[in-house]
């Protein structure tokens, strides 16, 4: 029986930890104010359920909503989902083999994974109804008070997991295969980038930290070994992710879009290849609303831009030329600016770019999600990068351009504490070792400070408010429960209060910290040490987090990391430029102590250089690359030849057979003939007005020996000069 | 009768201009001292031709040579050899609907083109005998007396040819698809790119005649156009290429590689994917090889390079410094030099690159001529664009660093005059015009003489030859033919004579083009109206070319212009360097007739910012392109989705209409159930021993009936506030 479980996608029975078969967990709210719409709709999403074939149950939730649980009825249901969304991806051209035509057998031959059960289960309950669906939307329309449909952990193998990877240093393919199997491909792509970038890490960190020992900041050896290694990292997983799709059997799956449910059409037409009907919103419109991304963006980059820029030079007006009283506390204001409003300003402008996102109206929701992403890096981009740009490119090599602006702060703190003495204020001097400071804040304090409130935080949170729920019901619905029941209730009412995972904001920590080190390590090229460190707790952090943080995902199918890819490349690129232009700057200021010379063509032609380089590396490892063939492309081109060749014998053997036996006509003919009477025969055939001339043509040698015979003789005649 | 020619790939019978049905005439010579040899040889050959299903008939050719003509024994002989080769290109993915099972009516479906004949017969004869061929390989070992083996003009459609383009302004698709039909695919793609190229042409040539009336030489604005017209027409051209690919149904076709008769492997192992035995030559060893290419590069920059430093100096010296005697004869004399020189320079290295191609031993056909062609061009890149180099960046801007080498020239002729007093010579000074002059040169004059020199030449050379055999046979052989075959075999013997024509070097030629417009037309903005010009002749004399000066080639098929594209692309982003390089030195040296000062910023920001707005300029056009499906991927899209539906229907029909009677357990439970009563039930069965767990968690509430009365209880506690 527990063979039969695993085809279907059922974990083993796991006694008290298991979850009794339940596929979902619809979180049901019940306002007080509301109750009777909501148990109208309370016996519409069960009838809605049912009606597409799934089990339902209630139980009590927490204080004012319900908890109904749901499976699939029947095993058989199941395979015929799997089945026709196995033929839907081979038809796209998804899969290249074709499932087998029986279904029993084509789930024997590839059983059912936890995800692909959970994927089509979440399908079928959210599809709208002409697609087969039940239509139910979390929290829109008539479907208001579901507050959340979502998958119960698999505690087993959640613990397993985190028991196996605590104790390996070096995660293999067989552990990304198991995230995929349960959370799905999207999860185990982000788990595949990281594991990935964390083992190229060793490189730029042994060599950073080498040239750390030996030769400093803005070393120009570490400059092009971080250059290439970043063109080498992004070559490498454009390939290694195109090859993964194939080991997952999900390549091209992005192309399969999931259409968006908030998209507003003009108007339908027919599409030209496959004849359904498709749903039309004039480009132009959308165009006119994507150049707002304009202004957009130079909104981002006045605000962030004009915050970094000011509250540095007050921090180094404070720390660096102030000299008066306070200054052990004033110190502070800075930072403490700083931490206010950035979050407050990137809310405000991520609030504007999801409206300007929704306005943009996509059809799809990979689209959406990409345009969204857009937009989320150029923010981030800002807050991020903004004040390691302005110590690079302004402080370090142009601090004094920065005077009007301490002047400036002078001044103000003259008025604002309105004395008469000038300030007691020292003389300014640029410091390299200032970035040297960010990029330890950045790759330390902030790493730690972000691993606590990724992971630690949240789960206090939780805990917190759990205790709080327990206390507030008194422990009333409890009571209610079935003993043999309530372990596993306490556990779901655990995980509806749960926050929802968002792999995006993971990867974007990541696409960050890859700019980081590409944009500015050479600065500080210990940079690439404390990341490896951190990407190691990272990715066991993660995990954690999914497992008691969050709330089991969506089992997503996804073929890449999407969006995140473009902008991995665009950072690895600029790394090039930033890296030569930083080396060229701060490194001319530092020669003996006193400023050296720096040329505008000094600046240009290491940039030039360095972005040369930079093609060139690109232009080289993608040429050495593409002479390997991956083991994913292999299988491919394997599985495409021996389907082929497996049609070909089906379907057309006969021929294949037929053509070994081929008559050879003319062979046979082997009667003495001279060529006076065959061509005296031609010529009669022709009076007699047998034969076009071609068979004339072809009639007057008959045959192999005729030519032969007539060709002896011609040569006879050419060498004895007759001709 | 006539329509079932046309089926399998032969034109309609055409009388006296006819080719009586002849697929290949192989020209074998008979040497007078080696006719024993000669003969033996032949007899094997007319065996060989046999063999694999050829009539053969022999006639005398020109002094001490037969022809040997032949053509497929049957049309069933042909239609398997057809379907075979179809199966192959859609096993290897070429092709992606399968030809239909059955042979004639896959026939039918698609008749076979005369270049598919002939493609598939040429084949036949030169494939080795364990591929099913006859293994004759022209010219090389038991096959040496072979001289040539060609398929026959087809007059009737080569007049038809001229005839129709030379009263035709503009080219459309159906003429490309004609020459696809009668010369295959290789000979259709150069003049679809010609086409194309001739087409685009027509916005440079309009802009730059505006800008050569308005701005002159040297302006940014058309700096500025060239460079987005070539990144467009470059982009367009890989679309259009492959667009045209799928529409002729060659896409991936460069894929099928036929091996090179003279590779020479290390040792045998077996393809990881089909099984099939492949040879290998260890890749380090070419490598190594391949490294001497180093060398060889330095080697044409050194000696070509030089001489065009040299003679330009002279020629400077000469026009524009001396002043003295003969100065209208010495004139002539760096012409001279270059004209004598180049070409027995770049034969020598051209004969050098042939034999380092051939060491580096490519196993396959298109590797070979890949890189062949790679070498090709640069040496072509060398001798076309050194002396424009030359002017635009040493003489123009920096004029003045020539006065060592005039002095050279100087004291050197003085030595040989032997005169004591000083030459006469006139204040040096730099010259903007030369460029142009220089340009002038290479679009028109060059262009005139090339034209010349490709097409009138060969056919007054090959016209003469003629006469000459004519004279010396003293008629003797056509005495001989029968007076029905006299005019055939004439022309025959005509077509033997010819030059093979060889479409690498037209591509060579274009894209050569392609780089004078690119890299330096900034200076001389006319440059295109007379490439527009050219190529309107071009297009018709190339055509002119293969019917009345070259064999007809072997129909080779090809799936894009190959290398050359490569080279395009290198051209392309190279000209938004040197344009923008140019606009810089020789506009800044032009200023007032003042030399006016030129920093390396200058240049370096120039470039800088020429290349990225190249780099964006792509990005953006390929982004744009991408949003629009070309007619050639929808087509193969459709086909794609077709095949699959189609295989769908055949194979598993029956799951799909299945999928529409769920049968939906737990609704038809309408019985009235108590909570209270279930769980007892369960209880009970639990003590019983009946049922799992799980089996008592679903079975609490049987149906759908039964959810939603408890559900309903729920709701009633909870809002009563009893829960």
Request: glycine share 6%; proline share 4%.
């Amino acid at each position: 029986m527990s063979s039969l479980r695993g085809l279907y996608g059922k974990g083993e029975d796991q006694g008290i930890e298991g979850n009794f078969g339940v596929d979902y967990v619809i979180h049901y709210r019940i306002p007080p104010k509301e109750k009777e719409k909501a148990e109208a709709a309370f016996v519409q999403l069960i009838e809605a359920l049912t009606n597409i074939g799934l089990t339902t149950a209630v139980r009590c939730g927490d204080k004012d909503s319900l908890l109904v649980f749901t499976r699939l009825a029947s095993n058989d249901l199941l395979a015929r989902q799997v089945y026709s969304s196995r033929l839907q991806d081979w038809l796209q051209g998804v899969r290249i083999k074709a499932p087998a035509s029986d279904v029993t057998q084509a789930i024997k031959d590839e059983p059912v994974t936890e995800a692909e059960r959970l994927r089509l289960v979440y399908l079928l309950i959210t599809e709208s109804r002409n697609e087969g669906g039940a239509g139910i939307t979390q929290g829109q329309g008539q479907w208001k008070y579901v507050e959340a449909i979502f998958p119960l952990h698999n505690n087993a193998f959640n613990k397993e997991w985190l028991h196996k990877w605590s104790k390996k240093y070096i995660l293999d393919q067989s552990d990304l295969d198991d995230i995929r199997d349960k959370f799905g491909e999207g999860v185990a792509f982000y788990f595949a980038f990281l594991k990935d970038y964390f083992r190229f890490q060793i490189f730029p960190a042994v060599v950073g930290f080498s040239c750390w020992m030996l030769m400093g900041q803005f070393s120009t050896f570490y400059a092009i070994c971080s250059c290439l290694w970043s063109v080498v990292f992004f070559e490498y997983w454009k390939r290694k992710e195109a090859d993964l799709s194939i080991t997952w059997g999900v390549r091209g799956v992005s192309k399969i879009q999931h259409p968006r449910a908030e998209f507003q059409w003009d108007f339908e037409a027919e599409d030209a290849v496959t004849g359904e009907p498709i749903k039309i919103y004039a480009p132009i419109k959308r165009l006119q609303t994507q150049l707002l991304q304009i202004p957009f963006a130079v909104a981002c980059i006045v605000v962030l831009g004009g915050l970094v820029a000011t509250v540095n030079s007050l921090e180094i007006f404070i720390n660096e030329v102030y000299a008066g009283p306070g200054k052990a506390y004033l110190g502070f204001l800075p930072s403490i600016l700083l931490a206010t409003l950035t979050p407050t300003f990137s809310t405000i402008l991520m609030s504007a770019a999801k409206k300007l996102t929704d306005k943009e109206n996509y059809d799809t929701m990979d689209a959406h999600h990409a345009a969204l992403v857009q937009k989320q890096f150029v923010l981030n981009f800002m807050t991020s990068y903004m004040a390691l740009t302005f110590t690079a490119f302004v402080y370090i090599p142009f601090g004094s351009i920065l005077q009007p602006f301490l002047n400036f702060w002078g001044k103000t703190a003259q008025t604002l504490t309105m004395s008469e003495v000038p300030l007691t204020t020292r003389q300014f001097e640029s410091n390299p070792q200032r970035i040297a400071n960010q990029m330890y804040y950045t790759t330390v304090t902030a790493q730690i400070i972000n691993t606590l409130t990724e992971v630690v935080v949240p789960y206090i949170k939780h805990k917190a408010t759990v205790k709080a729920k327990e206390l507030s019901s008194n422990g009333a619905v409890k009571s209610n429960d079935q003993p043999e029941e309530a372990e596993f209730l306490k556990r779901v009412r655990n995980q509806t209060g749960l926050e929802v995972y968002d792999v995006t904001a993971d990867y974007r920590e990541m696409v960050m910290q890859f700019g980081y080190l590409s944009l500015f390590s050479v600065s500080w090229p210990l940079t690439a040490c404390f990341f490896l460190l951190n990407n190691w707790i990272e990715l066991r952090s993660d995990a954690l987090k999914i497992v008691i943080g969050c709330r089991r995902p969506i089992p997503w199918r996804a073929d890449s990391i999407g969006p995140w890819l473009t902008a991995l490349g665009f950072l690895s690129w600029l790394g090039s430029v930033t890296s030569a232009a930083i080396v060229y700057l701060c490194s001319a200021d530092k020669q003996d102590g006193t400023v050296s010379y720096i040329t505008a063509g000094g600046v240009l032609l290491s940039i030039l250089l360095a972005e040369h380089l930079y093609f060139a590396a690109q232009l080289t490892v993608r040429f050495v690359m593409g002479k390997v063939e991956s083991p994913g492309l292999q299988r491919e081109r394997k599985e495409r030849f021996q389907m082929r060749k497996k049609l070909l014998e089906e379907t057309v053997g006969h021929v294949a057979s037929e053509k070994a036996t081929v008559e050879v006509p003319g062979v046979e003919k082997t009667e003495q003939i001279t060529r006076q009477t065959l061509e005296e025969e031609a010529r009669l055939a022709s009076i007699h007005g047998h034969g076009s001339p071609e068979e004339l043509f072809w009639q007057r040698q008959r045959g192999m020996q005729d030519t032969i015979l007539v060709g002896r003789k011609l040569i006879a005649e050419q060498s004895s000069g007759k001709a």
